[in-house]
């Protein structure tokens, strides 16, 4: 994780955007991609729904949507689908990596939550998005 976060920062501090893009790579079969689209619009949705619930003071449930949609409850979901609709299977390992990463800290953002303790649940928050930002900024599909 700490890794990933250090490349950002280098891939920032090279200023590096969109244009000349120095993201790697890592194509996979069409309907992984649909898959993975789909997991990540999801993604999006739960981290707006645990922001939402931690500023109304909702940390039990807030705990619960990041278990549930991005913990490590949330692995494995397209296990029983064909090889070519995982997505997983097609990242190379360090990407696989930081989404296990991400996976993980986000079942430590729940443990923090169901403590019920405000603060150090707002502070747990940045975790939530780091692997998001680490994969984004490190790789492509297209
Ligand atoms: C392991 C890598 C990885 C992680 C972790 C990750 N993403 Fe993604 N995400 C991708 C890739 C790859 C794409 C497609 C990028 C492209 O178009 O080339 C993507 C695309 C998306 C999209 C666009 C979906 C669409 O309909 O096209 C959203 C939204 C998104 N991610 C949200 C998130 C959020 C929120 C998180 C963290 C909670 C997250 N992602 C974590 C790899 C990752």
């Known amino acids: 994780m700490k890794i990933a976060l250090v490349f950002l920062l280098a891939l920032l501090a090279a200023g590096v955007h969109a244009a000349d893009d120095g993201r790697q790579l890592a194509p996979m079969p069409a309907a992984a991609e649909a898959s993975l689209r789909a997991e990540m619009r999801a993604h999006l949705l739960a981290l707006n729904e ?49 989404g296990m990463d991400g996976h993980k800290a986000a079942s430590e953002f729940a443990r923090i939550a169901a403590t019920g303790d405000r603060d150090t649940t707002i502070a747990a928050l940045p975790s939530l998005t780091a692997a998001c930002v680490a994969c984004h900024y490190s790789y492509r599909l297209r």
Do not use: C, N, Y
Request: charged share 20%; glycine share 14%; proline share 10%.
């Open 50 to 98: 645990i922001l939402g619930l931690v500023a109304a003071g909702k940390l039990t449930e807030a705990g619960e949507v990041a278990e549930k949609e991005l913990g490590v409850s949330a692995m494995g979901k397209h296990r029983s689908q064909p090889f070519d609709a995982r997505p997983g299977p097609h990242m190379p390992p360090a990407m696989h990596g930081i």
